[in-house]
């Protein structure tokens, strides 16, 4: 299953035009587009507030493959963070695993891929913390606490409002300077 899943990936990638990414879910191939200019902005506003709080030896990573061969899953996040050991690498796979975090604005073509494909994969994935960064909605949840393949802990909030984020960052997300859609 392994070579078949790398092989659909590779496959994948050769043929998408070059702002695509290319994400696998058990058996589904997920393709999108570039994100716009307020879909970078809110990333970039949640990214500076991370950076202020991330542990020693870990480093900021986006758009990095998140590999969990043992389920056949391979995620790309917009925004996670990696032991700085595991990103001295050429390959362009990480094992989940070692992700701190998840973090995904939601895309306004596929939310269907961030809250019911992802909130279903990471937990599997063995990643701690999801945030979800939703403009649509103009909310933010923070899913924790995986146990048997789901997450047990969801905290939600509107944009204006704020997150507590979990060691190992411990801080307050503050959503007042996020914009819709």
């Known amino acids: ?18 702002n695509i990414k290319v994400e696998f879910s058990g058996d589904v191939i ?20 991370f950076e202020a709080h991330a542990p020693e030896d870990y480093l900021l990573s986006g ?3 998140l590999d969990s061969p043992a389920v056949g899953i391979l995620r790309n996040p917009d925004l996670t963070y990696l032991p700085e050991a595991a990103m001295a690498t050429t390959s362009s796979r990480i094992p989940a ?35 979800i960064v939703d403009p649509n909605q103009k909310t933010v949840t ?10 047990r802990a969801r905290e939600d909030a509107n944009f204006g409002e704020t997150v507590h984020i979990p060691a190992p960052f411990d801080f307050t997300l503050d959503t ?6």
């Open 142 to 151: 923070l899913f924790g606490e995986p146990e048997n393949g789901r997450y």
């Open 97 to 131: 695993e070692l992700a701190l975090i998840a973090v995904e604005i939601v895309s306004p073509s596929n939310p269907e891929n961030d809250w019911h494909g992802k909130v279903r994969d990471y937990p599997l994935m063995g990643i701690p913390l999801y945030l």
């Open 1 to 18: 299953m392994l070579a078949h899943h790398l092989e659909l990936i590779e496959e994948a990638r050769r043929i998408a035009p070059k």
């Open 63 to 65: 758009n990095s493959d």
């Open 30 to 49: 997920v393709m999108q587009a570039s994100p716009s200019g307020i879909h970078q902005r809110n990333l970039a506003l949640i990214q500076r507030q």
């Open 176 to 181: 007042s300077a996020l914009l819709p859609y």
